[in-house]
């Protein structure tokens, strides 16, 4: 899965769907860190992104909220998944609260 998905990153790079690659990468580096592919299983950064370049990046070209809100929740799945019940109810009240701003 995860090379079918790091092949998918590169052809939608080629392509320049933005949208398409910023939930691809996520989705990627998802799997990756599921799989014990990265430094902290629960940061979205490794080999697919950087999480924090990604949202610099979301922010600096007005990109909509679809990509931001998908990488909030897999950020969410993460810490549910890996027993990180608290920190996983705390990202989701955060979330909600800067939604309803």
Do not use: C, W
């Amino acid at each position: 899965l995860s090379e079918d998905l790091a092949s998918f990153v590169q052809r939608i790079k080629i392509q320049k769907h933005r949208l398409s690659l910023e939930t691809v990468q996520v989705a990627y580096q998802t799997v990756l860190n599921l799989r014990g592919n990265s430094d902290d299983p629960l940061q979205l950064s490794g080999i697919a992104m950087q999480e924090e370049q990604l949202v610099a990046e979301m922010t600096s070209t007005n990109s909509d909220n679809i990509s931001y809100v998908y990488m909030q929740f897999m950020k969410f799945m993460l810490h549910y998944i890996l027993d990180e019940f608290e920190a996983a109810f705390d990202l989701a009240y955060a979330f909600s609260d800067a939604q309803s701003m």
